[in-house]
């Protein structure tokens, strides 16, 4: 019926199972969470609804359930780089992402829509944005990205692609619409932007240009001071694992990389 892929199978045993693997091993300073009250909370916002009309509030009980500090510095927010942004996050190690944090961590790549009769839960097909803006998975992402954007606080970090497409910072995307407007202006100290183009792809967006532009001039009239760095060398090097014989990643052969104390060694 629905465009969309239906609900992930065996999502009760995933999503339940992915909240205790969190609070126990991924991310042990949580403590205190009721795992099937988590699920209970995520079943009642979809199952045996109309998949159009699930609304972001539906998820506040969900919400309230999984919250968690944020550690200061480590919110990073990101746009058509989901796989690098988390190998750079290291599963909330390094930065904390929303889907490193338990909110997002049990449901990241899962889908799920309800039905009115049968089991309640569609597990052939599920609307799409296009079809209905009042889905399950989008609501839900819309107030798990509003709570954490308000949560966030020190050093924001932001992971933007220079080579998509429909720019860096696109219009009408969870971080413009929904993680902008949303974060606390007395907790947050700096905004740190780092444009990564992809190794083998075009450099369309950059820092003071496109699209990257317009994302300085709203941080600059919200009164918000910001870096923006062009590949950024420690996510470059990351990028260059999976290209190491790529011009764009060849080590300096020459002896300006030598340091002082690698002359030990010589
Ligand atoms: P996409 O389209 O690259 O990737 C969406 C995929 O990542 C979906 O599989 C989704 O899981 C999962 N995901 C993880 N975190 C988020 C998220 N946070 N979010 C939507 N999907 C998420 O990413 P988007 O749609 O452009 O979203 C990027 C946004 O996430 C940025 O605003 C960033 O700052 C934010 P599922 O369950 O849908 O299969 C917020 C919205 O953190």
Not at 3 to 27: K, M, P
Not at 49 to 61: A, F, G, H, M, T
Not at 165 to 184: H, I, T, V
Not at 221 to 231: A, R
Request: glycine share 6%; aromatic share 12%; hydrophobic share 35%.
């Amino acid at each position: 019926q629905w465009n969309g892929e239906g609900t992930s199978l065996n999502l009760e045993s995933i999503v339940t199972g992915r909240c205790y693997d969190y609070i126990q091993t991924v991310n042990p300073t949580v403590r205190n969470k009721n795992c099937s009250a988590i699920w209970e909370a995520l079943k009642q916002a979809f199952v045996y609804k109309d998949p159009c009309s699930v609304l972001p509030s539906d998820y506040e009980l969900l919400i309230n359930l999984t919250l968690h500090e944020i550690p200061p510095n480590k919110s990073l927010f990101w746009e058509n780089n989901k796989h690098l942004v988390h190998k750079y996050a290291n599963k909330g190690l390094h930065y904390m992402p929303l889907g490193d944090s338990l909110t997002g961590w049990i449901v990241d790549n899962l889908n799920w829509c309800g039905k009115p009769n049968g089991s309640g839960i569609d597990y052939i097909s599920c609307p799409t944005t296009e079809e209905c803006e009042h889905n399950p998975v989008e609501s839900f992402w819309r107030i798990a990205s509003v709570t954490y954007a308000k949560q966030s606080s020190g050093v924001i970090h932001t992971m933007l692609n220079g080579s998509a497409l429909g720019g860096a910072f696109p219009n009408n995307s969870f971080f413009a619409d929904y993680e902008l407007p949303n974060f606390q202006k007395d907790c947050v100290s700096h905004f740190e932007i780092w444009v990564m183009d992809d190794i083998e792809g075009a450099d369309l967006d950059s820092c003071g240009r496109g699209s990257i532009k317009v994302l300085e001039d709203i941080l600059s009239s919200k009164g918000y001071s910001y870096t923006c760095i062009d590949n950024y060398t420690p996510v470059r090097i990351l990028q260059c694992v999976d290209f190491p014989s790529h011009p764009e990643c060849a080590i300096p052969s020459d002896s300006s990389i030598i340091k002082p104390w690698m002359t030990l060694f010589l």
